[in-house]
């Protein structure tokens, strides 16, 4: 021990020097330092903070020496990251006293740098131990160093409690106490004093802002709230825009966390928000716009479940006090001046949005919070400027337009819808580009929402507008055009009248609409603005949607994707970006396969499916391909249509579908092949016989895996059902552990009112109700239902379980009178007694109730079933 105690400190000696050369990005200083961490983290630990905390040091080795310190706590994957703070708490509380006080002495330091790192490092501490009462000087050292510390070490300080608020909000942990949070609270509104200065303001603004989530108590106090809403307000007037922007930021912080007492502080609020939008720096403009955007969002919210209450016939939770239909009136001719503040140069591709992109969400917003009564504020606009000479004021109302179509009704924005058609057509051909944009991306907005509304007469001057962009136009309008012959498409998706008639509005445009958007897809520019997945997703859709009489169009296509996909393999690849481009390509052309695969007769797919699955199967080769996926369900529909006849390609198919069966990395992958696994067991039913060791196998491992993606789990668990339905008694061999796997699942349960949890468990429980149902059917028909005999007093104590469960949902209550019909009819007289109990009843009257047409019958059906046997002796 001793022996190793010198070594480490004779290598700690050496510290500063290795921390320089990790600067240089050596790696084998890199490896060193990951060595030390490993071998003892107290003295590692130890050592970087008292390389951060001592004056003189080397300035780049200070700050790496902080950043190592914080990366001692900090980690991406969520289990990785318990783990590192478990590792810290194990930590002699000598051991963490000593770094916390060396960072509480480098937060006091002359260097801007080092007080900069300590605060990175000293708050990943906090964010640990403040939940648990540890460090209880942290806060008020803080305080202190902003009444006698230099800027430096004030604006550190304050940076330290921003940084802090932000990780604990990010870990959910346990509450701050309300002492330390009264602290906390104290020094920042100390901080944003405007006579402290820019710095420090900035990083009491931000600290603010970070803070608020945990201010509830103290909101809740009127002087308290008057004094924190009043440093606010104070500070959107600050003589520094970065300040400025940030109290804005704090403002929509309040409006998110505590809608409900912003009622005394709306006017002030009004004011000092249009103010910024129309004479403050872009950056403060369009976070004060994003105030509005942020209230709407909480109205909206309100409001559905204000809805959901009243449909539920109890109270709502909180009420709207709608904000935004007062302020509609006033806010709208402010947006809509923003609206004209366009970029010219700005790029759709950049990442900057700038203030008329802003100002134009923000009025989507609107429109979807006070719907019909955006018409009267907007339209005059619109109407007045559509056409005007001025492009700004073009585009500025044509973009008006389009931001206000969700939310508005048909009946309310059908007439305008109806009357701006040849106006937008007519502006495809506009003399500036943003116009043209602007003007494609709101007939696709039309086609997507009020696509009834476009007059029949209209329809082929439409399409054929559409049509003539997409090899004319640049790549961002015939992106555009391409995404609203999608729209146009998807209308037909709900068509009745085709089924009967065998033809729709489209039909005749199908076959020269697939050849130009094809060819649009080979663009030479057509990895510009995504046109070529636009122009692939419009061809996806027009074959999903368009009707029976262009069946001989499909029938010509398939060869020529095919030879598509075949052609793609020859694509040479040097780049990541060459790469990933191929394999989108590949993704949209399994994606295309798979949709013909589903319109097309078994008997025109059946000569193409060699070719199909040869390719598809090439697909599958690539390595950590971004289009297995689409692979996965190409190969899907081809086994739906060529049902057992698909059995050709099993021993081909199978290492590749074990391999996403357990590619848990890539957890969308393995729901893919988790769905076909469903879909092979209805194609080949007891055909998939020989199949299922390896498949049972890799399903059962993907359970057993904790870090397997939790949204994998009910796919896996419902596929024991279609593997027992498709096999009957050859289920044999996996009932065991199938069983025990499902019991396993159907002990988890939601502690808490976390709604995503509620949901998942919903989610699970309904697969596991859909197991049962499928391997009670499939070992009755196989004449093997005494394999289950053993588990039917679990799985009622189950049913018994969602019975006595507030938050079931509708579905978990269908399946659950299946199963209930299930093993009723397979067990009888045996199970009398329990059938009798007032849950089984409770749940078959809950189906009964359901209005759900389906759950309906299979509760008489269960009831039926249940009562011949309380009947019977």
């Known amino acids: 021990g001793r022996h190793f105690r010198s070594f480490c400190a004779s290598t700690m000696a050496d510290l500063t020097q290795v921390l320089i050369a990790a600067g240089r990005a050596d790696p084998n200083a890199e490896r060193t330092l990951k060595e030390y961490e490993e071998r003892n983290l107290a003295e590692y630990a130890t050592a970087l903070a008292a390389q951060v905390a001592t004056e003189g040091n080397d300035l780049m080795a200070r700050q790496l020496a902080g950043l190592c310190l914080k990366n001692i706590l900090v980690a991406k994957d969520e289990s990785l990251l318990l783990q590192k703070h478990e590792a810290w708490k194990q930590l002699s509380?000598?051991?963490?006293?000593?770094?916390?006080?060396?960072?509480?002495?480098?937060?006091?330091?002359?260097?801007?740098?080092?007080?900069?790192?300590?605060?990175?490092?000293?708050?990943?501490?906090?964010?640990?131990?403040?939940?648990?009462?540890?460090?209880?000087?942290l806060v008020p050292t803080l305080l202190e160093n902003l009444k006698t510390q230099g800027e430096a070490s004030q604006v550190a300080s304050l940076e330290c409690l921003g940084f802090t608020c932000e990780r604990i909000a990010m870990l959910e942990t346990l509450p701050i106490e309300e002492s330390t949070t009264d602290t906390m609270l104290t020094t920042i509104v100390n901080g944003m004093q405007p006579s402290r200065g820019p710095a420090i303001n900035l990083a009491a603004a931000t600290a603010m802002r970070n803070s608020l989530v945990f201010a509830d108590v103290n909101i809740n106090r009127k002087p308290e709230r008057d004094a924190i809403v009043k440093n606010i307000c104070e500070a959107t007037r600050s003589s520094s825009?970065?300040?400025?922007?940030?109290?804005?930021?704090?403002?929509?912080?309040?409006?998110?966390?505590?809608?409900?007492?912003?009622?005394?502080?709306?006017?002030?609020?009004?004011q000092l928000t249009v103010q910024a939008i129309q004479q403050d720096e872009e950056d403060v403009a369009k976070q004060a716009i994003e105030f509005w955007t942020s209230l709407c969002e909480v109205e909206i919210e309100i409001l559905d479940e204000m809805e959901?209450?009243?449909?539920?016939?109890?109270?709502?939770?909180?009420?709207?006090?709608?904000?935004?239909?007062?302020?509609?009136?006033?806010?709208?001719?402010?947006l809509l001046e923003a609206l004209t503040k366009q970029d010219?140069?700005?790029?759709?591709?950049?990442?900057h949005c700038n203030i008329s992109m802003v100002a134009s969400l923000c009025l989507s917003s609107v429109a979807q919070t006070v719907e019909d009564l955006v018409i009267p504020v907007i339209m005059p606009f619109v109407?007045?400027?559509?056409?005007?000479?001025?492009?700004?004021?073009?585009?500025?109302?044509?973009?008006?337009?389009?931001s206000i179509l969700d939310g508005t009704s048909a009946e309310a924005i059908g007439p305008a819808v109806n009357q701006s058609i040849p106006i937008l057509l007519q502006a495809l051909g506009d003399s500036n580009a943003l116009v043209r944009d602007s003007s494609a991306y709101t007939i696709g907005r039309i086609c997507d929402l009020h696509v009834r509304s476009i007059p029949a007469e209209t329809f082929?001057?439409?399409?054929?507008?559409?049509?003539?962009?997409?090899?004319?136009?640049?790549?961002?309008?015939?992106?555009?055009?391409?995404?609203?012959?999608?729209?146009?498409?998807?209308?037909?998706?709900?068509?009745?009248a085709s089924l009967s008639t065998g033809t729709n509005a489209l039909s005749q445009y199908v076959p020269s609409l697939l050849d130009t958007l094809l060819k649009c897809a080979d663009r030479k520019d057509a990895d510009e603005h995504n046109l070529r997945v636009a122009a692939m997703e419009a061809v996806t859709c027009l074959v999903q949607y368009c009707a029976a009489d262009v069946k001989p169009v499909l029938l010509q296509l398939l060869p020529v994707v095919l030879q598509r996909l075949g052609a793609s393999f020859n694509i040479?690849?040097?780049?990541?970006?060459?790469?990933?481009?191929?394999?989108?390509?590949?993704?949209?052309?399994?994606?295309?396969?798979?949709?013909?695969?589903?319109?097309?007769?078994?008997?025109?797919?059946?000569?193409?499916?060699?070719?199909?699955?040869?390719?598809?199967?090439?697909?599958?080769?690539?390595?950590?391909?971004?289009?297995?996926?689409?692979?996965?369900?190409?190969?899907?529909?081809?086994?739906?249509?060529?049902?057992?006849?698909?059995?050709?390609?099993?021993?081909?198919l199978q290492?590749?579908?074990?391999?996403?069966?357990?590619?848990?990395?890539?957890?969308?992958?393995?729901?893919?092949?988790?769905?076909?696994?469903?879909?092979?067991?209805?194609?080949?039913?007891?055909?998939?016989?020989?199949?299922?060791?390896?498949?049972?196998?890799?399903?059962?491992?993907?359970?057993?895996?904790t870090a397997l993606h939790r949204t994998v789990k009910p796919p896996v668990l419902a596929t024991f059902g279609e593997v027992a339905m498709a096999i009957e008694a050859g289920f044999e061999p996996y009932i065991q552990f199938s069983l025990m796997l499902l019991l396993q699942a159907s002990t988890i349960r939601a502690t808490s009112d976390d709604e995503d949890m509620i949901d998942y468990i919903n989610m699970l429980r309904e697969s596991i109700l859909e197991a049962y149902t499928g391997i009670i059917q499939g070992l009755k028909d196989g004449n093997r239902i005494d394999l289950f005999q053993p588990y039917v007093q679990s799985v009622l104590e189950f049913l018994q379980e969602i019975a006595s469960d507030p938050n079931r949902d509708e579905f978990v209550v269908a399946k659950a009178v299946g199963v209930i019909g299930d093993v009723a009819s397979s067990m009888g007289l045996q199970i009398k007694t329990q059938l009798q109990q007032p849950y089984i009843a409770q749940l078959l009257q809950e189906g009964l109730a359901s209005g759900d047409d389906t759950t309906m019958d299979t509760a008489n059906w269960a009831g039926g079933i249940v009562s011949q046997i309380m009947q019977s002796h």
């Open 344 to 351: 010219e140069d700005a790029d759709a591709e950049d990442e």
């Open 383 to 402: 109407t007045a400027n559509i056409q005007n000479e001025n492009w700004r004021m073009r585009e500025a109302a044509t973009m008006a337009f389009a």
């Open 655 to 705: 290492p590749f579908l074990v391999a996403g069966l357990r590619n848990y990395e890539a957890f969308q992958v393995c729901i893919c092949a988790v769905g076909l696994v469903g879909d092979l067991c209805r194609a080949l039913e007891r055909k998939i016989e020989p199949y299922c060791p390896e498949i049972m196998g890799a399903l059962a491992d993907a359970l057993k895996d």
């Open 460 to 496: 082929p001057t439409l399409v054929n507008g559409l049509q003539s962009k997409l090899l004319t136009e640049s790549p961002r309008t015939a992106s555009q055009a391409c995404t609203a012959i999608h729209n146009v498409s998807a209308a037909f998706a709900d068509d009745e």
């Open 241 to 270: 825009a970065p300040v400025r922007r940030v109290a804005f930021e704090c403002l929509t912080e309040i409006a998110t966390l505590y809608y409900d007492k912003l009622a005394e502080y709306m006017d002030t609020i009004f």
């Open 572 to 652: 040479p690849t040097v780049t990541n970006e060459e790469r990933e481009k191929k394999e989108g390509l590949q993704g949209l052309l399994c994606g295309l396969i798979q949709v013909l695969a589903l319109r097309l007769d078994k008997e025109n797919v059946l000569p193409q499916a060699d070719t199909i699955m040869s390719n598809v199967l090439q697909v599958l080769q690539s390595k950590n391909a971004t289009c297995h996926q689409e692979a996965f369900s190409a190969i899907s529909a081809v086994a739906d249509s060529l049902e057992s006849d698909f059995e050709k390609y099993m021993s081909a």
């Open 93 to 137: 509380p000598e051991v963490r006293t000593q770094v916390k006080n060396s960072l509480l002495q480098a937060l006091r330091s002359s260097q801007a740098v080092a007080c900069h790192t300590a605060a990175q490092a000293a708050a990943e501490v906090a964010a640990v131990e403040l939940p648990y009462k540890e460090w209880p000087e």
């Open 308 to 334: 959901e209450a009243r449909i539920k016939g109890v109270p709502p939770p909180r009420t709207c006090t709608r904000y935004m239909q007062a302020a509609i009136e006033h806010l709208g001719p402010v």
